[in-house]
């Protein structure tokens, strides 16, 4: 019964439907959400749905992680690398950006006391 989940498809049919899961209350936490903290994690959770996805799409059963020590120079059967690297590069980036906006908002929090993304009206003039 679970060499059911032994096939990439059953794997990558799992790893999307999580994903867009993962992506939907993200999706549901932005637009019902007016605190600032609250709508910038919320971005952050679709940001990881998306790595999931991408990471999931290039997930192959069997594969070996791509380390090679020296003595084997067989490398018919490892997973590529370069998706793995990508992801951890936007995953940097997205860290920054989230703590850069978390900055901004707690800088906004302490020079006018408002939290509510429906209150913030300057640039409105």
């Known amino acids: 019964m679970l060499d059911f989940f032994n096939s990439n498809e059953t794997i990558h049919f799992i790893i999307t439907v999580g994903s867009m899961l993962l992506f ?8 019902t959400q007016k605190n600032l903290v609250k709508v910038l994690i ?20 069997g594969l070996v992680a791509p380390i090679v020590d020296g003595s084997d120079k067989t490398f018919t059967n490892m997973v590529d690398p370069v998706p793995q690297a ?27 006391g408002i939290n509510d993304i429906s209150k913030m009206n300057e640039l409105r003039d």
């Open 24 to 31: 939907t209350i993200g999706l549901y936490g932005i637009f």
């Open 42 to 61: 919320s971005f952050d959770i679709m940001e990881s749905a998306l790595f999931l996805f991408f990471i999931g799409l290039h997930y192959n059963f």
């Open 86 to 112: 990508m992801i951890l590069t936007t995953i940097v980036i997205g860290l920054a950006v989230l703590a850069l906006g978390l900055s901004f908002g707690i800088e906004y929090f302490r020079l006018t």
